[in-house]
């Protein structure tokens, strides 16, 4: 199949709003989505996080940043306000070049993320 651009959906928690946690958690979700899709940094076009009301200790694209992915570019932008939501939620959608076609990406959900999307195999 040739390389298509398709979209990839991932989300984890924080415990704390800390920027500790923003870069390690942020980095660790982006890193899952790599590995278990095959994607390459040179891969990528842009990525976009979201981070709820409850996040304010840093911007969750500092975590790209820091793992290496500097000539991307990167948007962060708030989460809906929505009642019963999950907190301190850092989501992303990620767009990027591939060769696997839509239904066999593997989308990411960490720590209390999870049950966001309980659909998907782990």
Known sequence: MAERVRALRGATTLENDTREQVIERTA???????????????????????????????????????????????????????????????????HLYSGRDAASLRHVYLEGAVPLRTDLPR
């Open 28 to 94: 660790t979700l982006l890193q899952t989505m790599f590995e278990r899709n095959g994607v390459r940094k040179e891969d990528l076009i842009s990525i976009v996080f979201t981070a709820t009301d409850d996040i304010a200790s840093e911007f969750p694209a500092a975590a790209a940043r820091e793992i290496g992915i500097s000539d991307v570019p990167l948007l962060c932008a708030r989460e809906l306000d929505v009642l019963d939501a999950v907190g301190l939620c850092i989501r992303v959608l990620m």
